[in-house]
């Protein structure tokens, strides 16, 4: 089964603790990102990386980090430095022009 | 930075009813995208259109890349409850990366059955 997963669905966070969500594809795509979902606001691009090694900042990343390590894996650590860090974070991946989308880690702080 | 203006921001129709919502950008775009997004879920790609003029439908959905190459339109036929839901347009700009999208802030759909 092809596709884009993510875990955990839902992730709490104490106050000053950092916290990673999971991003895998098995589609063999290159490209891959994360986003920021907020009520009433659309997708705010956190990260991508367009290769293996390689990533750049979108533009919200201050107060996250993210590797590349793995063409299948695309981790997102948000750190204590990220203040309001409630909301619901998407993983994408992209095929040519298409881009695909993980089901969602949504993150609650205690 | 680019601007995706998406509207109406909801709509509340009756179950049977057509639907059309529209997105324009302050730029021309090469790609326009169409996804649907349940609550909780992630997005899921409808419609996808490359070229200016295109008509492109998928099933009850039709969606067509704008001349201008600046607008695009997603139209629903014959509603059913299922189609509740956030829609979003998403574009690339010609003169943007290959690989970031610009994204509208969604319409809101309500199907009264």
């Known amino acids: 089964d092809g596709g884009i997963t993510q875990s955990p669905k839902y992730l709490f966070r104490k106050e000053g603790q950092n916290v990673t969500l999971s991003c895998e594809q098995n589609l063999n795509h290159d490209a891959m990102y994360w986003y920021r979902q907020d009520p009433g606001q659309g997708l705010r691009l956190i990260y991508y990386s367009q290769i293996v090694n390689d990533f750049q900042k979108g533009d919200i990343a201050e107060g996250y980090s993210v590797s590349r390590e793995k063409k299948e894996s695309f981790p997102l650590t948000v750190t204590s430095a990220q203040k309001n860090p409630t909301a619901f974070y998407l993983c994408?991946?992209?095929?040519?022009?298409?881009?695909?989308f993980g089901p969602g880690t949504r993150l609650l702080v205690l | 930075g680019q601007q995706l203006n998406q509207s109406p921001q909801s709509m509340f129709i009756q179950e049977g009813e057509d639907v059309s919502m529209n997105c324009t950008s302050s730029?021309?775009?090469?790609?326009w995208l169409w996804y649907k997004q349940d609550p909780g879920e992630g997005p899921v790609l409808l419609i996808a259109?490359?070229?200016?003029?295109e008509l492109t439908s998928n099933g009850r959905l039709t969606a067509q890349f704008g001349i201008t190459r600046k607008d695009s339109f997603l139209n629903i036929s014959a509603s059913i409850p299922s189609d509740v839901g956030i829609y979003f347009c998403?574009?690339?700009?010609?003169?943007?990366?290959?690989?970031?999208?610009?994204f509208g802030k969604g319409t809101l759909l309500t199907v009264n059955p």
């Open positions: 998403a574009g690339r700009d010609s003169g943007g990366s290959n690989y970031k999208l610009t």
């Open positions: 730029s021309i775009f090469n790609t």
């Open positions: 994408a991946s992209t095929w040519k022009e298409t881009q695909y």
């Open positions: 259109l490359y070229k200016a003029g």
